[in-house]
């Protein structure tokens, strides 16, 4: 990030322009006018000890669709580029999100009329790397994937960093933000997808299963993988042929494997 194109957040009272330069608003009136301003906040991590202000900040960031994450005031500082936040940090995507059923039911609609190509969804469970994000949606993009989505707490934002390492892509590429992804994964069920979960332990081999289908690959962060509950919503658990030493791929280049086989399927089908 660029440090020194921000300046102290308490003489940012009536702009916050500078600030958006690389996707942070730091300090207290400048967050509370970009509140007020209606701009969209992704996340706004602020300090557990709240006094009055910081609450009715908390409250209006909350209105405004943002996650809310308390953290120590360390956390914070560490956070920081101005190093003047007073208690409270507001990430702005870099991108609106979609709306996610306006996005699915676009997907559906579009291939009930034409019968091209199966939709193709990328859902990232627990991305909280901005690289790996990126990553992932540069390649959605390239394999002509209709929208990518992901959780709104576990999940990076679409931060500057993000836009940076999609290359562009996402200008391009429909992100949408869902609170509970195991209700995501159900509602694209319902509407005839077939839900493809790329997991370590998988017991179906990348190269046997049918991408050509309308469907969903489910990407799990590189610690944890996969968490439980999105597992037990997927059709296929798809493991990645490892043949050397290194065990794992991390997310982004996961993802880019099974995006691409299933691009090579729906241009030889299956």
Known sequence: ?????????????????????DGIIEGRNPVLE?????????????QKEQDRLLGYIVAAARENGAAIVEVDRKKLDIMSVTRAHQGVIAHIPAREYADFDEVVNEAV????????RPPLFVVCDGITDSNNLGGIIRTAEAAGAKAVVVQKRRSA???????????????????????????????????????????????????????????????????????????????????????????????SAAAAVVLYEAVRQRLQPF
Do not use: Q
């Open 1 to 21: 990030m660029k440090k020194n194109n921000l300046n102290n957040g308490i003489t940012r009272s009536n702009s916050v322009s500078d600030a958006e330069t």
């Open 34 to 46: 970009a509140c007020r301003a209606g701009r969209k906040i992704d996340k706004l991590f602020v």
């Open 109 to 116: 609609s579009s291939y009930a009329e034409d019968k091209g």
């Open 157 to 251: 934002g679409l931060t500057a960093v993000v836009s940076k390492v999609s290359a562009g892509a996402l200008e391009h590429m429909k992100v949408a933000r869902v609170s509970n992804l195991t209700a995501a994964l159900k509602k694209l069920k319902e509407n005839g997808f077939w839900i493809f979960g790329a997991a370590g332990e998988g017991e179906s081999p990348l190269y046997s299963v049918n991408f050509n289908v309308p469907c969903v690959i489910v990407i799990g962060s590189e610690g944890e993988g996969i968490s439980r509950l999105v597992l037990e919503n997927c059709d296929y658990r798809v493991s990645i042929p490892m043949l050397g030493k290194v065990g794992s791929l991390n997310a």
